[in-house]
């Protein structure tokens, strides 16, 4: 396999685009990334996304952003894996070029969440769980977390406030993000105080909906080598795979796939979860930033929550995560969450996070997730000079 780099960047704020359609919002992302890599014509394109036809009535959406963007003939798919469809995207895109099929790939998440009513979007999003047994019982997303914070405070002595940190975390950091959803900061106060969704979890226990694109531009090393911008390359990109159904796995307070997916990655690039600078983890809901800390080896079982407690995960800790906002204050669009995680990366190790920029970053990891831990991908990158 070639050594590939991430040559490219583009992103759109995200925000309830009430005047941009999927394909425009595609297009943003995707001419941003393209202008960035100072390349006119990439040869494939992946789109992440994951709720197109529930929520915009529109599939075959490789080809129409192909075409909306003047591409017309070039190899183009729609990938979907849930709420980890924009890393999926991004893991075709360095496998067409890892693999010599092709020289330049995009991977291009983008979804459009907001021009419903919220309760079309729940609904939608219900289709990653399993359908004939969380779907029919009327489970959504957010009772099957609440149901994994429910047990984690009962196994480990939690009280709901003992959450706070990752989101207070989180939202500090999208205070200077200009592409953040909700760029304000919160207290532990306002957190205890938030209106309850489904018990023990808050609004800000959640992460919001949105509309939005990010888009990456994956070539040879050799090649972005030629770039000005400092080279930032794919050191690891792995995947793994657990029950779409909560109750049928062997611990329902233990993420396998993130595990396996990151300790994939570090085998592949050599590293371990101390080499780390920073990780953009998956803070759909506050329970999971504690499962994929201890899932991807940063605290032992049960003790993911005390990082947020003691202040290991800001910018200034052991261990900065969502540094930019992560789903919980950047906003969530599905399926463009994943690229959105390597963009942010990507600008870390540039050196190009502008007030949230962390000294001396060389080592950064990127986890997705699909569903309640079904499908998860991690992405290891490096700066290299």
Known sequence: MRDVAVLGIGQTPVAEHWDSSLRDLA??????????????????LFVGNMLSGALASQENVGALIADYAGLRGMEAFKI???????AAA????WMAVA????????????????????????AALAYAA???YEGEHGLSFVALNALMMQRYMHEYGYRHSDFAGFAINSHANATTNPNAMFPSAITAEQFERARPVAAPITLLDSSGIGDGAAAAVFVPLDLATRSPHP???VLASASATDTVALHDRRDPLFLEAAHVSAQRAYAMSGTTAEDM??????????IMSALSLEASGYAPRGHGVGMAIDGEITRQGRLPICTLGGLKARGHPVGATGVY?????????RGEAGPNQLAGARLGMAQNIGGSGANVITHILERRN
């Open 99 to 122: 693999g010599g099929l092709c020289d330049i790939a995009v991977a291009l998440g983008v979804e459009k969440m907001t021009d419903g009513k919220a309760e079309q979007a729940t």
């Open 130 to 132: 399993d359908a004939e």
């Open 341 to 349: 995680q390597i963009v942010e990366a990507v600008q870390q190790l």
């Open 90 to 93: 991004a893991r075709m895109a």
């Open 80 to 86: 979907e894996a849930a709420c980890a469809s924009g």
């Open 231 to 233: 080279v930032v390359r």
């Open 277 to 286: 600078d920073f990780f953009e983890l998956h803070d759909a809901f506050t």
């Open 27 to 44: 297009y943003r992302a995707l001419q941003a990334a393209l202008d960035d890599a100072r390349v006119p014509v990439p040869q494939m």
